[in-house]
């Protein structure tokens, strides 16, 4: 039986290195696997998936949150030095339940029924965006580094980014799809990735479990304007004016004819990115436009199957986390001599994510409470 609203509820979910309860009327969730920064693994996103089940049937549960028990991270996204080691030891159906499940994950956090805060504070990369922006409260703090990185290190921005990235105008989104910039707060607000910018002493408060958010006004009060202009909103037009055009090598010709210290930088950016990584990304932020986020993480799936098993995939987590020179030797090394038809080919279905219509609006910029 379950325990009286005002004392707490506590799942066991110590294996899983997340800590889930209920107190009064709130579900609450804690990231806690402090020595790989709440990377993911299979058993962390499966125990997720149940604590959520049991939350949306729990009557006495009105709101759930989802936090970190780690000082400034939130999460730096899947464990992928285990999707390398499973690829190199042909373990592909590991790698197939981990993206698949990850993914339906996505999607129940997406439609999910009941107010769904997550509260970002510090590092929030790949995996973890697919654990916050999906939701319907996405609160940050000044010390936010948002990103999706995945083009250095031989994959593609997944968790439904061709999504969320998709949603934002082709500039802007193609730009933090294949630069992997890291987003300050100021960043998140201004493209609605983040919707709630607030003090380090109000997200503590936050973080109590007896803090009841069911009503969006009881959030926005506590909203903290910024005094700061951000890296995005400062050259908007820049990246509009590099990053929407109809090919991949457009981008670079525009940013050498801009000749700025922002365009050489930018460049340098891409530079350093695995060339397939950068081709594949560019053609699934295309195919995926104006889809929504069930076909977005479909065709991210599909995808999975192939760029997990690529050398540049093998190559890019070796050099960023293995080894950890930063010195990946790409293959091809040219734009021009990637083969995109050879991972977007329609021979092989796979099984479905799942298609539900979606609860929320998408990341809007200069985010707001929905």
């Given at each position: ?45 499966r125990a997720i998936r149940r604590v959520l089940d049991m939350f949306a049937e729990e009557e006495r549960v009105r709101c759930i949150s989802i936090a970190s028990a780690v000082p400034n991270v939130f999460c730096a996204g899947g464990d992928i ?207 995926c436009r104006n889809r929504c986020l069930a076909e977005c993480l479909d065709n991210e799936l599909k995808l999975t199957r192939k760029i997990t098993r690529s050398a540049d995939f093998m190559e890019g987590v070796r050099a960023a986390l293995v080894?950890?020179?930063?010195k990946p030797s790409w293959h091809p090394q040219q734009l021009s001599d990637v083969d995109a038809s050879a991972y977007f080919d329609d021979e092989a279905q796979l099984p479905r994510v799942g298609r539900r219509a979606l609860n929320h609006s ?9």
């Amino acid at each position: 039986m379950l325990q009286e609203p005002h004392l707490s509820t506590v799942l066991d979910c110590a294996d899983a290195s997340i800590k889930a309860g209920i107190v009064g009327c709130r579900g609450w969730i804690t990231l806690d696997k402090p020595k790989s920064y709440n990377a993911l693994t299979l058993p962390m996103i499966r125990a997720i998936r149940r604590v959520l089940d049991m939350f949306a049937e729990e009557e006495r549960v009105r709101c759930i949150s989802i936090a970190s028990a780690v000082p400034n991270v939130f999460c730096a996204g899947g464990d992928i030095r285990a999707v390398r080691t499973a690829s190199l030891a042909g373990r592909h159906d590991e790698n197939e339940a981990f993206f698949s499940e990850e993914y339906q994950l996505n999607l129940l956090i997406a439609n999910y029924p009941k107010p769904y805060m997550a509260l970002i504070d510090g590092i929030c990369m790949g995996g973890g965006m697919g654990l916050s922006v999906h939701g319907r409260h996405r609160v940050v703090t000044a010390s936010l580094k948002m990103a999706m990185p995945e083009t250095s290190i031989g994959y593609f921005p997944d968790v439904g980014a061709s999504y969320f990235l998709g949603q934002l105008p082709l500039g802007l989104g193609n730009f933090l799809a294949l630069t992997g910039h890291s987003m300050s707060a100021e960043d998140a607000m201004y493209c609605g990735l983040a919707n709630l910018r607030v003090s380090s002493a109000t997200f503590v408060s936050l973080m109590l479990p007896t803090f009841d958010f069911t009503s969006p006004s009881s959030l926005t009060a506590l909203a903290m304007p910024s005094t700061k202009v951000g890296h995005l909103e400062m050259h908007d037009k820049d990246i509009e004016q590099c990053f929407n055009v109809p090919r991949l090598g457009d981008i670079f010709d525009q940013l050498r004819r801009h000749q700025s210290p922002w365009s050489e930088q930018t460049l340098a950016m891409l530079k350093k990115s695995s060339p397939t990584s950068l081709v594949l990304t560019f053609e699934l932020m295309r195919r995926c436009r104006n889809r929504c986020l069930a076909e977005c993480l479909d065709n991210e799936l599909k995808l999975t199957r192939k760029i997990t098993r690529s050398a540049d995939f093998m190559e890019g987590v070796r050099a960023a986390l293995v080894e950890k020179d930063k010195k990946p030797s790409w293959h091809p090394q040219q734009l021009s001599d990637v083969d995109a038809s050879a991972y977007f080919d329609d021979e092989a279905q796979l099984p479905r994510v799942g298609r539900r219509a979606l609860n929320h609006s998408p990341p809007k910029r200069n985010g707001t409470i929905n």
